[in-house]
């Protein structure tokens, strides 16, 4: 395939309080990792990078040939960094192949639909990256000292989720130049932004919510145990 997805899946999980690295905790009678990469392999055919806590890359392995069959293939894992930015530089410098488009995608995310994958990826563009959004619906405050300053227009703002699509050759130029800069970035998207190309929105989904405390992971048990992929 020309689009490779990096699943980062390398982060401690210090919020979720959990004896395992988060990747490794159980939702059901299967991982966060689990799936994330099942929701992976559903999707359009993709080189799949997983990118493990260091000391955990055979588990990661482990989940990776089990989720992927007959395709063991299209997967390879990686050690991770220290930080998110290290983690996903990681997963670039893994890719193999002719691929051109590059998906990254948090393992966090794990019940994200394979339908919201194929959508980020058939919008990315040569120059342009594909952004996966939901509206806000809280209301926001600006706010200084403990007095709001003003109210955030809700229709300007968006919620960020991931698989976050990239052409290639600009993504890998865009953190070459932010390794340079030492510049850390809240994901990629802003990355991407910050070195002057255009990102794109995609509907996003419910399900793909952020896996990062207990009270995330009793919702996915429940989002399970109600609406199974
Ligand atoms: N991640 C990573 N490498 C890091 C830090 C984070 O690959 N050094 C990944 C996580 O595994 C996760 C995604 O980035 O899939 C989003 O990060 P987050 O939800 O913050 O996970 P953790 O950093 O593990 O959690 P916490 O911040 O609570 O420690
Ligand atoms: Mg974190």
Known sequence: PHTAIIIVAAGSGT????????????????????????????????????????????DAQTELLAAAGDRADLGRVVTGGATRQESVAAGLAALWGDVTTVLVHDAARALTPPSVIDAVAAAVTAQAAALPVLPVVDTLKRVDGGVVTG????????????????????????????AEEGAEYTDDAALFAAAGHTVRLVPGSERSFKITTPDDLERARALLATAPP
């Open 15 to 58: 919020r979720l309080e959990a004896r395992a690295p988060k990747a490794f905790v159980g939702i059901d009678n299967r991982t966060i990792l689990r799936h994330a990469l099942d929701g992976v392999f559903a999707a359009q055919p993709l080189q799949v990078i997983v990118v493990a806590p260091a000391g955990h890359e055979g």
């Open 151 to 178: 109210t955030v227009d809700r229709s300007e703002l968006a919620a960020a989720q991931t698989p976050q699509g990239f052409p290639r050759d600009a993504l890998e130029a865009a953190y070459a130049r932010a």
